[in-house]
Structures are given as C-alpha cells and as structure tokens.
C-alpha cells in the first residue's frame, strides 16, 4: 500500500510566524504528512513572510489597507486561496476578523489557534486576563473556525501552570511552546481522516470531542 500523498495546506499570517515555524518543522520531522502550498498575509511585514522564504514556501501578501471593506478583503483572500486547491486552512495568528461569508465557504477545513482556555477569554490579551483573574492555569485551544470569534468547537487544549511571578510575556512563552505541539497535531488528525466537524461539533475517530476538545497532557494521540 502506498502512502498517502502529502495533504495541500495553506497558513495565514499577520506576525511573527512561530506557529508557521512548528508547521513547517513538524513537516520536515516527518510528523505532519503535508505541504504548505502557500503562506498569505494581510500584513506586509510580517516576520513570518520571511520564514516561508527560507523555507521554499510561496508566499502572498494581500495587504487589508488596500481594501474599501472587510468583504471586499475576504473576497480577494478566498480568491488567492482558490488558486492553491488547498485541503486545510491554518490560521497562525492572523489578526483579520473573517466575514461570515469567508468563514461559510471554508467551513469545516478552517482552523485557528487561540491563546487561551476557551471559552475564557476569547478576544486579546489573553494572558494579562488570566493574569487578572487570579488564575492558577492558562493554555491554549486549537478549534475550527464559526461565526462565532473564537467560539468554534475545540479541537484540543493544552493546559500549563501560571506560576509565582508570571507576566503577561512569561505566560505567552509557556503557553506558546505548547501551541506549537498540538496545532500540527491538530493539522494531523484532519488531515489523517480522524477529525471532522460536524453539526454537532468537532469528532475525531467517529466520538464526539468534549466540550474543550481533547485534553492534551503531554502525550500524543
Ligand atoms: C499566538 O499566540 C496565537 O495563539 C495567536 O497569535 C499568536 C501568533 O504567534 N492566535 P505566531 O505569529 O505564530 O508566533
């Protein structure tokens, strides 16, 4: 039997690009059976365009200043990605709200990575919220992107302590080393068959995922 051919995916940026990074490391590592057909950004100078170059990704920028509307950015976003017959679309800290009209044609195979325990904290500033609160633990939820910001059903969480003396930065770089494992395993699963969504939420292997998604403790899946 022969294996099966790497899953088309496309990454959407506005920054930095670490999360593209994992992606991309974790296809070179041989634990995401994918390619990265195309990185877009809305943002010009975003360090990430830089790290799909050195990694002989194509890149496109579609900068939302040169659009009258929010539509209209979203119609020439779905119209780059139609170019690129993409299976996945990865949201890597793409800092564009999408239109229901944008989100409606990718349902099912648009995802997101958000810095928090959904459902706290949706929106920004994620970590200094927590920090507020008096949490004791922070994460991170991958889930498929609704209508909903950051209300779509979870596909998996990673949970980490906040600890004695925690900023807003301290906590970021704990949470985000956790990102960078379960997105691409995330990105895995869908693209092995074993994710879906449904109307009724997020399943993987046929079961319907917790209302969290699937705990993630450190171990794989
Ligand atoms: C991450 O914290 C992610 O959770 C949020 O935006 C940030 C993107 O970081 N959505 P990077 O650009 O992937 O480094």
Redesign the pocket.
Known sequence: MSAAAPARLAVL?S??????QAFIDAIAGGTLNAQISVVISNNPGAA?LCRAATAGIPTRCIDHRDFASREAFDRALAAELANWDVQLVIL??FMRILTPAFVQAFSGRLVN???SLLPKYPGLNTHQRALDAGDTEAG?TVHFVTLELDGGPPIIQSRVPILPGDTAHTLADRV?AR?HIIYPLAAQWFISGRLQLTDNGARLDGEALPATGFDYLDGGC
């Open positions: 940026i920054g930095r690009g670490s999360n593209l990430g890597a800290g990575v958000h810095p991170v985000i990102e």
